[in-house]
Nanobody, 120 residues
Framework: QVQLVESGGGLVQAGGSLRLSCAAS????????MGWFRQAPGKEREFVAV????????YYADSVKGRFTISRDNAKKAVYLQMNSLKPEDTAVYYC?????????????WGQGTQVTVSS
């Protein structure tokens, strides 16, 4: 079992940047793909980005491509999301979770997430 704790959210003006962190517990962190997801008010949770277990492959939703960068540090059992050029439509609660591969469902229960609010 892996427990996930997201942090780093906040209030930022449009065009600004934030760096989200996800701290994981458990021995098998490096075996999983790790992804970031977000849920805006009144909307379903959606995929944002995913990174392979080695960090060698990354994939992004079209809406964030070129603005967001996912990375991971297996030694620290952490995954990050650098968000640049933020837009008001990026406002959401952001979550991390593990996947067996890019197309699989997430594996673990959702954590509390971290709120990102982008003002116009």
């Amino acid at each position: 079992q892996v427990q996930l704790v997201e942090s780093g959210g906040g209030l930022v003006q449009a065009g600004g940047s934030l760096r989200l962190s996800c701290a994981a517990s458990g021995r098998t962190f490096s075996s999983y793909f790790m992804g970031w997801f977000r849920q805006a008010p009144g909307k379903e949770r959606e995929f944002v980005a995913v990174i392979s277990w080695s960090g060698g492959s990354t994939y992004y939703a079209d809406s964030v491509k070129g603005r967001f960068t996912i990375s991971r540090d297996n030694a620290k059992k952490a995954v990050y999301l650098q968000m640049n050029s933020l837009k008001p439509e990026d406002t959401a609660v952001y979550y991390c979770n593990a996947k067996l591969n890019i197309s699989s469902e997430v594996i673990f229960p959702w954590g509390q997430g971290t709120q990102v609010t982008v003002s116009s």
